[in-house]
């Protein structure tokens, strides 16, 4: 699957803790920022990210606890340049 495709279904598929977590991002909620969902980022697609603040916010469930290929993905977008929250 495309990455393309890959992050329309996951858009289509939020889970609940994603859905309620952009409920407060969207629309300029949290303090008038701006963030996009489900957003492909080089290799990786991440759940929410702010590009001004260089800010990543992933909704985790209990399949990344502990994830070597998170700790991976991690790295590799700080070496980008954003900082990463996981809740």
């Known amino acids: 699957m495309h990455q ?5 279904t996951l858009r289509q598929n939020m889970t609940e803790a994603e859905q309620r977590l952009w409920y ?4 300029h909620r949290m303090a008038g920022q701006k963030f996009r969902r489900q957003q492909p980022i080089g290799p990786y697609t991440v759940d929410f990210v ?5 800010l990543i916010v992933e ?3 209990g399949q990344h606890a502990d994830s070597p290929r998170d700790a ?3 790295a590799w977008l700080r ?7 996981h809740f």
């Open 4 to 8: 393309r495709d890959f992050t329309k």
């Open 50 to 54: 702010h590009f001004g603040a260089r």
């Open 24 to 27: 407060h991002l969207r629309a």
């Open 79 to 85: 070496s980008q340049g954003f900082e990463v929250l």
């Open 59 to 61: 909704a985790d469930g």
């Open 72 to 74: 991976v993905r991690d």
